[in-house]
């Protein structure tokens, strides 16, 4: 009995969780462990649009991303020095840098984390 | 047909909540426009420069869920070229091997596609420190799928969400029907046909 109690919890949690307040793309990323701090507005990483030019492989093993939201610790001054988006965002791969507002696309107050209509909650969600 | 039980009540509870949450988001339009997202601040001067979802998404073959993408067959048609690597030194590893998991259980069997999953990824993006490179080694289970561990890494995340059942538990056993009906009150096109 405790069992199907604590269940239907869970339920209950999950379908609070699935209401699609935010209707972000399946997969987008929030990147804000600074950007707003520091004045600037949140990253979105769109997964839909890169994984159209590039397999998974190409950022989470040759570039070494580790898969999961917020645990790889980046700089501006990384990426502009060449590592992680800098990678590609090199003016050589795809554009540089030095287009701010591309990256810095986010509504202010969100937190860093894995968007999307039709996720059952995603790793760590729950 | 064979009726099947669930192992514990909380996952079919589980479960039925993530059916529900299938049927309640499949009303939404399929992509929604970024100035509309929640993410996407509507005043950003990048709204009108980024591509739009449905622009791109449109046009490669539909899904029910994720991205409404089936991304597999869309590669597999040539729909879409992502490269494989950016470096040339890079070594590039395909594997064609199917694992049958879920012996046991009552739900059917899961096929687990080495060639699809290495078009798109590494070796090392499951192995070790996912999954042992040796059949049977790995102690799986569903709830650690849910809860975003195991083959829940990547679906629910960015690979297709975890409502697809039978996309995984897609080998019926035998006397089983291909899909059998779950023992849990869905809502009517929860589960589409594949």
């Known amino acids: ?126 | 047909m064979r009726v099947f039980i669930f192992p514990a009540d909380s996952l079919r509870a589980a479960i039925a909540a993530c059916l529900i949450c299938l049927g309640s988001v499949t009303l939404a339009e399929d992509w929604t426009p970024l100035n509309k997202d929640g993410i996407h601040d509507p005043r950003s001067p990048a709204i009108k420069q980024l591509q739009e979802p449905a622009a791109a998404l449109s046009k490669l073959i539909p899904d029910t869920a994720g991205n409404m993408v089936r991304w597999v067959q869309a590669l597999e048609k040539g729909e879409i070229n992502p490269r494989a690597s950016i470096r040339p030194d890079t070594k590039i590893r395909v594997y064609d091997s199917d694992v049958l998991l879920n012996l046991k259980g009552g739900m059917p069997i899961v096929r687990f596609p080495h060639r699809q999953h290495t078009l798109w990824l590494d070796c090392v993006n499951c192995h070790d420190h996912l999954f042992k490179a040796e059949t049977g080694a790995t102690k799986f289970s569903m709830l650690k799928i849910l809860e975003g561990e195991q083959c829940g890494v990547c679906h629910g995340a960015v690979s297709f969400p975890l409502t697809e059942c039978f996309r995984c538990h897609s080998v019926a056993r035998p006397g089983q029907a291909p899909k059998p009906s779950l023992p849990i009150a869905i809502p009517a096109g929860a589960v589409p046909p594949k």
């Open chain 1, 1 to 126: 009995m405790r069992h199907l109690v604590s269940g239907w919890l869970v339920a209950l949690a999950l379908i609070g969780l699935c209401v699609p307040q935010a209707v972000a793309e399946y997969a987008d990323v929030v990147l804000n462990r600074r950007a707003e701090k520091e004045g600037v507005r949140p990253v979105i990483f769109p997964h839909w649009f890169h994984r159209i030019r590039f397999r998974c492989k190409v950022c989470h093993a040759e570039l070494g991303f580790k898969m999961r939201v917020g645990s790889n610790d980046f700089k501006m001054a990384d990426i502009v020095e060449g590592r992680f988006c800098g990678a590609c965002h090199n003016g050589d791969i795809a554009w540089a840098p030095d287009r701010c507002d591309l990256c810095h696309s986010g509504k202010r107050g969100l937190p860093t984390g894995i968007f999307g209509g039709h996720e059952t909650g995603g790793p760590g969600r729950w």
